[in-house]
């Protein structure tokens, strides 16, 4: 069985500000990893994802994160954040093998502040 | 905006009804899974249809079924609703079944238990 633990309900901060949102997991077999962004009254939209290769991911909007195994965390960094990045953020992992399924930590409140 | 479309956005069930809830997926994609967001939490997963016939589903009861039509939209059918089936349903298709790839939500139907 896999579980997410994203370290932080709520993440305050100022705009132009860098930003870590923190994601541990656990799992008894190889996953790939996920983050998901939700915009009020919307759906999910992938930000980033590692799968294998390089453990630095870059993806949208200026959003990366470090797959580090050793400490079973995959946290998401922004240098600098915009009003526009205020949203729930959520990570998650999927077993490489069998159940095909996303399995999602409780979500980060990102509010930017100007 | 993805191209996944659900139906209804928003609904109001008195406990013990039975409620259908629709998903129209991305042109060309075969797989549809759904997943049930509670207020404050992350999604759940419920299961997963690849072309038509389910192949994984979580931690779910059988009153929470679902099918898959050959045109593969989709439909989530929930028996004697509960008050703690309250919650977002999102859809979320891909163009394979591998989980490696990237899966598109859409916006989600709100259900609302009386």
């Known amino acids: 069985a896999q579980s997410v633990t994203q370290l932080d309900s709520q993440v305050p901060v100022f705009e132009e500000a860098p930003v870590e949102l923190r994601c541990n997991y656990s799992?008894?077999?190889?996953?790939?990893l996920f983050w998901y962004v939700q915009y009020p009254n919307q759906g999910l939209q992938l930000l980033l994802k590692?799968?294998?290769?390089?453990?630095l991911v870059k993806g949208i909007n200026g959003f990366e994160a470090e797959f580090n195994k050793s400490q079973t965390s995959f946290h998401l960094r922004k240098p600098s954040v915009h009003i526009s990045d205020t949203a729930e953020y959520f990570c998650?992992?999927?077993?490489?093998?069998?159940?095909?399924?996303?399995?999602f930590g409780q979500g980060t409140r990102l509010t930017i502040n100007p | 905006e993805t191209g996944v479309t659900q139906s209804p956005t928003h609904l109001i069930k008195t406990r013990g009804q039975q409620v259908t809830l629709r998903c129209s997926s991305q042109?060309?994609?075969?797989?549809v899974s759904w997943y049930q967001q509670a207020l404050g939490q992350g999604p759940q997963f419920i299961f997963q249809?690849?072309?038509?016939?389910?192949?994984g589903r979580g931690n779910f009861p059988p009153r929470f079924s679902g099918l898959q039509f050959p045109n593969y939209s989709s439909e989530l059918n929930v028996n004697a609703l509960e008050l703690d089936d309250s919650a977002l349903y999102l859809c979320?298709?891909?163009?394979?079944?591998?989980?490696?790839?990237?899966?598109?939500f859409g916006q989600g139907t709100r259900l609302t238990v009386v």
């Open positions: 998650a992992v999927s077993p490489i093998q069998g159940a095909q399924k996303l399995v």
């Open positions: 590692y799968l294998s290769g390089s453990t």
């Open positions: 979320a298709s891909r163009g394979t079944t591998g989980v490696n790839t990237e899966a598109f």
């Open positions: 249809y690849y072309r038509e016939e389910e192949n």
């Open positions: 042109s060309g994609h075969n797989t």
């Open positions: 799992s008894s077999v190889s996953v790939y």
